[in-house]
Each structure stands twice: as C-alpha cells, then as structure tokens.
C-alpha cells in the first residue's frame, strides 16, 4: 500500500510537472528575463523571436540621506522586474557605477568620469543592439548619467538602427509624487526614499534622520558646491522632506511602476506606428 502511494505521487508530481513545462512552452514564456541567468541557448530562441525589448537599469554609488547608498541602482532595478513582464522585456544587469563628482566626498561613494562612463555605456547599447533588440529602454536612476546618456543614445541609436529611450523616472513622475505627498520631492527626499523602502524595507534608517539633513538646491545656477553640502536636495523649498510611511511606500511604488511602463508602452507602439527602425 506504502508503495503504491508512493509510486502514484510521484506519477502525479512528474504528470504536473510535464503539463507545467508544456503550457510554459506554447506560451513562449522564458524561464526567466534576466540576461544573467539566461543561457545563450535559450537566449537564442527567444531573442528577438519572442522578446524585442530589453530594459537596462543604471545607476550610481553615492549619499542618500538616511537609505541605502545604492538607492540609484536599487530603484531602476525593482522597476525593471516589476514591469517586464508587462512590456514583455529582458532585463540586463544593472550598471551600478555612475557619474557623481559632487558627492563623492560622502563615505562609501564610487564617482567614475564622464570619459569613461560614456564609451562604457556606448558599447554595452551596442552589444545589446547585436544581439537583435529592437528597443533599448534605459531605466536611469540617478542625474548625474543624464547628459551623457542622451549624448550616447543619439549616436547609438543612428549607428546601430535601433530605438532606444531613456527615462529618467523621479522627473516624469511628479504627478504621481503630487498626488501621494501633496507635494514636490527631491533627491533622497519623499519620493525617492518612499520608493527605495518598498524595494528594502530593512534598510532605512528614520532613527538617523533630521530635516537639517537636506538644502533646497540651487535655482538657476545661483550657487555650486563641491562636494554638495547635503545628500538631500530639495526641489523646492520647504517640501520633499522624507516622511517614511509605509502606506505612502506602497502606494507610490505602484504609481511609478505604472506610470513608467505606460510611457514605454506608448512610445514603442508609436516607433511601430512610424515604422522606425523595424
Ligand atoms: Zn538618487
């Protein structure tokens, strides 16, 4: 009897198992979306038979207030895997170093230049455009990246005929920061430390936290610092302080995600829509 129940689980298991493996098969899902741990066979299969969108989180190493000083790489990174299976995307590995000279005076900061963030980031958007993406989606975390992204994506893009946007998530989501916070944000401000304590909760540290950690940054060039006096930078006066609520957290995660892929999404059906670059 022992035996025999046994032998039927196991049928039952294998039989599970094997209907799993065929419905995932006939719908073309991956086994997974990470270049990582993807291996090049499957890659070929589904590569760009199945999957033309790939979505590349960049970021930086530097100060955020009281939350992780990967909050530029952990941000886009959480972004990528929340909305890829809904742009039906791969993600590439996060390029966690960035360009950041005014903060790297801060303990634990890592700032590459610009000559050689550049002809880095060039090559990686070629290789990924060999591999026969046909739309690149740069998720960037962190400012300092902006200047030279958009310099290197235009050329790219033209080189290699392939589409790619970049998006730069805290400026195109002020709305939603509006809407959860009734206020503008800043940099490790309400927006970007609710953002990053949905993703590490564990992680933040309100018991280190004082509203004289942030200076509302500089308007219209009227002052430079080097390094910048705080790691909070506020957009505008007297708002973006962090408020460090769970509830808020979640909520702004959700907007932003949403916000974000719903962007990708109508830019990658107009690029269809003119034909580019098909
Ligand atoms: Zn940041």
């Known amino acids: 009897m022992k035996l025999k129940n046994t032998f039927l689980f196991l049928f039952m298991a294998f039989f599970l198992f094997f209907v799993a493996y065929l419905s995932a098969e006939n719908k073309g899902v991956p086994t997974t979306r990470e270049m990582n741990l993807i291996s090049w066979q499957e890659f070929q299969e589904i590569v760009p038979a199945k999957i033309e969108t790939v979505l590349l989180p960049v970021g930086s190493l530097e100060p955020h207030g ?48 610009e000559e050689a963030y550049s002809p880095f980031v060039r090559d990686i958007l070629k290789s990924l455009a060999d591999n026969k993406f046909k739309n690149i989606i740069i998720l960037n975390g962190h400012g300092g990246n902006t200047a030279q992204l958009h310099e290197v994506v235009a050329d790219v893009s033209n080189l290699c005929r392939v589409r790619i946007l970049v998006v730069n998530w805290w400026s195109l989501v002020s709305q939603q920061t509006q809407e959860v916070f009734g206020e503008d944000g800043g940099h490790a401000g309400n927006n970007e430390t609710a953002y990053v304590q949905a993703v590490v909760p564990e992680h933040i540290h309100p018991e280190r936290y004082d509203h004289d950690m942030a200076t509302v940054n500089a308007i219209a060039n009227s002052w430079f610092a080097v390094p910048v006096p705080s790691s909070i930078g506020l957009y505008k006066k007297g708002q973006g302080y962090p408020t ?21 999404e109508d830019i990658i059906r107009k690029w269809d829509m003119a034909k580019l670059y098909n």
């Not at 890829?84 to 590459?112: E, H």
């Open 66 to 113: 009281v939350i992780p000083n990967g909050t530029d790489n952990l941000c886009p990174q959480a972004m990528s895997r929340a909305i890829a299976v809904r742009l039906n995307a791969m993600i590439a590995p996060t390029l966690n170093y960035g360009v950041t000279p005014a903060m790297k005076a801060f303990p634990g900061a890592v700032s590459i230049t």
């Open 244 to 264: 460090f609520d769970k509830k808020q957290a979640e909520e702004y995660f959700n907007k932003v995600n949403n916000r974000v892929a719903e962007l990708i």
